[in-house]
């Protein structure tokens, strides 16, 4: 299961953190990731990390503005999104698999991921 919280409405330039409870990960292999769905558009991959290693993906728009990070002991994941932009805004979702062989295959290919948490709104505008 996964439960997503931490969104709302900021101004341009502003942050916020989203925040993904999961249950039921018991793969070693497991990977955790965050996409997003703007309206009209199609879910993307935002950033995706591995649960064992660490291994992270970001999407170009989001380097050096999101962090993506795993809290192993609250089996909680994590987006800190600084320096927002309007674009950003969108329906979060995170999402877990073990069938992917890098963390990005999961965040380019989010078609075949088969479950979702229920989403997290996040809208930026002045």
């Known amino acids: 299961r996964l439960v997503e919280s931490g969104g709302g409405l900021v101004q341009p330039g502003e942050s916020l953190r989203l925040s993904c409870a999961v249950s039921?990960?018991?793969?070693?292999?497991?990977?955790l990731g965050w996409f997003r769905q703007a309206p009209g558009k199609e879910r993307e991959g935002i950033s995706c990390?591995?649960?064992?290693?660490?291994?992270?993906f970001y999407r170009n728009s989001v380097k050096g503005r999101f962090t993506i990070s795993w809290d192993n002991a609250q089996n909680t994941m994590y987006l800190q999104m600084n320096s927002l932009k309007p674009e950003d805004t969108g329906t979060y979702y995170c999402?877990?698999?073990?069938?992917?062989?890098?963390?990005?295959?999961?965040?380019?290919?989010?078609?075949?991921?088969?479950?979702w948490g229920q989403g997290a709104q996040v809208t930026v505008a002045s």
């Open positions: 039921g990960l018991s793969s070693e292999t497991a990977m």
């Open positions: 990390i591995s649960v064992s290693g660490g291994s992270t």
């Open positions: 999402a877990k698999d073990s069938s992917f062989p890098t963390v990005e295959t999961m965040c380019t290919v989010p078609q075949l991921i088969p479950s």
